[in-house]
């Protein structure tokens, strides 16, 4: 249990961490065991460290939503390939930080497309070219898209891909299992965990709050949300209401960010809070990385 706490803790603090960080990140978990849970008959979800990995298995191929770190996303391939002698279609990345696109290398000459929307590839490139990876380290997207979001027929599965602008960062996708009813948000829920908000990749927590309330008007009471990251003891599964309820907590966030400034409080002062107002069910590590994300966006206003 101790373990499990630590793994998942561990793997919020480097969630925003680059794709080199990696081999520090896998020395520190000692080679966690993953987990494959299906929602459905043909959807499933994978975890072992980092982002949520969604996954549709059908007779006319395989359609996987993001890709955690190359070691991970190997096991999660060999995994696939006992399941489904199909081809790999389409590997879906729902933004670019490295636990979700790290693994995107282990799809080279596997998937047949990679897709994401535009500015996740952006950011992508600019990572890749910070870090000064050689190109047989990463791998980007060759479809993207922009506003208009992205649509694609997989058998009998339709999944679209929505943009509402950016949120963790400017370029979150949320893609949609149209006849499932499974929507994986990446990392636009943090249930009941203090989220990374990515400032330098154009993150806003004001329109983070409306495109959460979109997608609660988008989607229905029954669907089903895979988060990207949760707390521990709580799923990376959830209802509509705790779209509702991260929502909020990002709300209570700016309001308390927002007194304090009022008040005269130093970003130090601020950052040293133990809770958010209103939202008391986020506990724990990290308080400090969205009240300094706060204090940035209502600074520059
Ligand atoms: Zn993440
Ligand atoms: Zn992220």
């Keep these: ?173 949320m893609i949609h299992f149209q006849k499932a009813n499974i929507v994986h948000m990446g990392d636009l829920v943090f249930n009941r965990r203090h989220p990374y908000i990515d400032k330098t990749s154009g993150a806003d927590i004001a329109n983070w709050i409306i495109l959460l309330d979109k997608a609660i008007a988008t989607f229905d009471a029954k669907t089903q949300f895979i988060c990207g990251h949760a707390a521990a003891g709580y799923d990376v599964v959830v209802k509509a209401t705790d779209l509702k309820a991260f929502g909020d907590y990002l709300g209570n966030v700016l309001k308390f960010t927002e007194s304090e400034i009022r008040l005269g409080k130093t970003k130090e002062e601020i950052l040293k809070a133990k809770e958010i107002p209103g939202s008391p069910e986020w506990k724990g590590d990290g308080i400090e990385r969205p009240l300094a994300a706060a204090y940035a966006e209502l600074a520059v206003k």
């Excluded at 996303?73 to 729902?94: D, R």
């Excluded at 994401?116 to 190109?135: G, P, Y």
């Design 1 to 173: 249990m101790q373990r499990r706490s630590f793994l998942r803790n561990t793997g919020l603090t480097l969630a925003g961490l680059s794709l080199l960080n990696k081999q520090t990140l896998a020395s520190f978990l000692e080679d966690p065991a993953w987990k494959i849970r299906m929602l459905t008959d043909d959807i499933g979800i994978f975890t072992e460290k980092g982002g949520t990995i969604a996954f549709l298995l059908t007779k006319k191929g395989i359609v996987v939503v993001d890709a955690q770190f190359p070691d991970t996303a190997a096991h999660l391939i060999e995994e696939l390939k006992k399941k489904n002698k199909k081809p790999f279609k389409y590997l879906i990345n729902t933004h670019h930080h490295g636990d979700h696109t790290g693994g995107n290398i282990a799809f080279k000459g596997l998937a047949e497309h990679v897709v994401a929307h535009k500015n996740s590839k952006a950011n992508q490139l600019r990572v890749a070219a910070e870090q000064k990876l050689a190109a047989d380290k990463f791998h980007i997207p060759d479809i993207t898209f922009g506003e208009e979001g992205w649509t694609t027929k997989v058998n009998k599965e339709t999944i679209m891909a929505h943009y509402s602008g950016a949120g963790h960062t400017n370029g979150d996708a």
